[in-house]
């Protein structure tokens, strides 16, 4: 089973469980309907915030491969020159 397919699967039963209980298969009190009804949007922040935070949270601390930049550095020269030597104006 794929990672989507686990992440459906508890996203359908969770959603099941809150149809029953918004829509009166168990008797609650009032109070706890006013909750359930705008639970969904709750969650849907929720994850909207935390996939926010991880993104910032990953950039904040990406590590720079200054070795990798140099010899990207350096095939960019060798390319342009190649070019150049072809023909190609820059």
Do not use: H
């Not at 029953?20 to 994850?47: I, N, Q």
């Not at 993104?55 to 342009?80: H, K, M, N, P, W």
Request: proline share 3%; aromatic share 10%.
């Amino acid at each position: 089973m794929t990672k989507l397919a686990q992440w459906l699967w508890a996203l359908a039963l969770l959603g099941c469980a809150w149809a029953a209980l918004t829509l009166g298969a168990l008797e609650l009190p009032l109070s706890c309907r006013e909750v359930l009804w705008p639970l969904p949007a709750y969650v849907l922040v929720s994850a909207g915030c935390y996939a926010l935070g991880t993104v910032g949270y990953r950039v904040a601390t990406f590590r720079d491969c200054e070795d990798a930049a140099r010899e990207l550095q350096s095939q960019i020269q060798e390319a342009r020159a190649d070019l150049a030597r072809r023909g190609l104006r820059f």
